[in-house]
């Protein structure tokens, strides 16, 4: 048992693990993972055929970056991820890691080289409309059955 007005806990240099990678660390892996990702292009089937005879290929498909492939990459939890972010000897690494990543999304959708839709909805991108008319809200007319609106309505 422990003695009353014990001090040990004041013994322990630090709370909780060392964390997996340094800042630096953690960008020479974000390197590697951006390498991994152009080298192991997805590959999609596809058939020709040409007088009669019906050949396959195997055509690379663009890869896009996730934060998710990241951390499975550097095998490290999406939440360890997050807790790097907010400490500030990661800040700059983390955020260039999630800029290089959203870049990457972005030209390959722009390009067309990744599904446009998909990575508009990743990126939290959205095509926003007014429908408006001179700054106020469109005037709505609830008709009955049968009923015509009345010229002036309209």
Known sequence: MFEPGNQYWKFRGKHGKNPAYTPDELWKEFTKYAQWVTDNPLLEEKQFAFQGVVTTHNAPK???MTEMGFCLFADISPETFRNYKKKNDYLEVCTRI???IYQ???EGAAAEL???AIIAR???LKDQHDHTTNGEKINI???GDGEKPDDEAI
């Open 62 to 64: 663009m890869r896009a």
């Open 98 to 100: 999630v800029g290089c």
């Open 104 to 106: 990457q999304k972005f």
């Open 114 to 116: 990744l599904n446009p």
């Open 122 to 124: 990743d990126l939290g």
């Open 141 to 143: 007319i609830n008709l």
